[in-house]
């Protein structure tokens, strides 16, 4: 059992899961960038509600920049935007102060590519939770649409229009920050999660898991 995922900053549960429930899990290397996904961008709840945290990036080509060559771009101190957000989010949530130590050097350094610094926070987060990093490899070159491994790269987006049923997932509620303002907001970046439920983050993925 092999599953296909894109490259993801601070993905979703759903993304995460997948990593759970199969043996083998290949990031795509080789495909072109595509704009508004999980690719450089994250959902989180704020007080307003469902809130995005998007990299800005820079694009050498236009029409087609594969994803390992698309650079993280600093003209705005979106690190700086990014953090405050998750402070204002999450500094009330139970786990918060225990696990935005592991976090806060993703907002310090500037690294340059933005797959090898997702794959840096992908890591760090499946140690977190205790999922072995071992599961993951990346493409040799780009795999086309086919039957030999099930397929997420282009259904785990933020783009409803293209989101396709999964049986393989079940979303849970659990307790959110924002609980008495808002109904439970499903999905959201495996930063909701860990801050929320802790080292019960393993035990709740395995629920999600049909």
């Not at 072109?32 to 469902?50: D, F, H, P, V, W």
């Amino acid at each position: 059992m092999e599953t296909l995922l894109t490259t993801a900053y601070y993905p979703n549960i759903q993304y995460i899961s997948k990593i759970l429930l199969y043996k083998k899990v290949y990031i795509e290397k080789h495909e072109n960038y595509l704009k508004q996904t999980y690719r450089n961008r994250c959902e989180i709840l704020s007080a307003n509600g469902r809130f995005a945290l998007t990299i800005p990036v820079i694009q050498k080509n236009e029409l087609k920049t594969k994803i390992i060559e698309i650079e993280i771009s600093y003209a705005e101190n979106w690190q700086k935007l990014h953090f405050k957000a998750l402070e204002s989010a999450y500094s009330s949530s139970p786990f918060y102060e225990f696990y935005i130590h592991d976090f806060i050097k993703f907002f310090e350094k500037k690294p340059q590519n933005l797959f090898e610094y997702n794959t840096e926070i992908l890591y760090t987060i499946l140690e977190i939770i205790g999922i072995a990093k071992t599961k993951i490899s990346f493409t040799n070159n780009f795999i086309e649409l086919e039957n030999n491994y099930y397929d997420f790269r282009f259904s785990i987006t933020p783009k409803k229009q293209l989101q396709t049923a999964d049986n393989e997932f079940k979303n849970i509620e659990y307790t959110q920050v924002f609980a008495e303002k808002f109904k439970f907001d499903p999905n959201l970046s495996i930063l909701d999660l860990i801050f929320n439920l802790g080292p019960e983050s393993l035990l709740y993925l395995k629920k999600t898991l049909k």
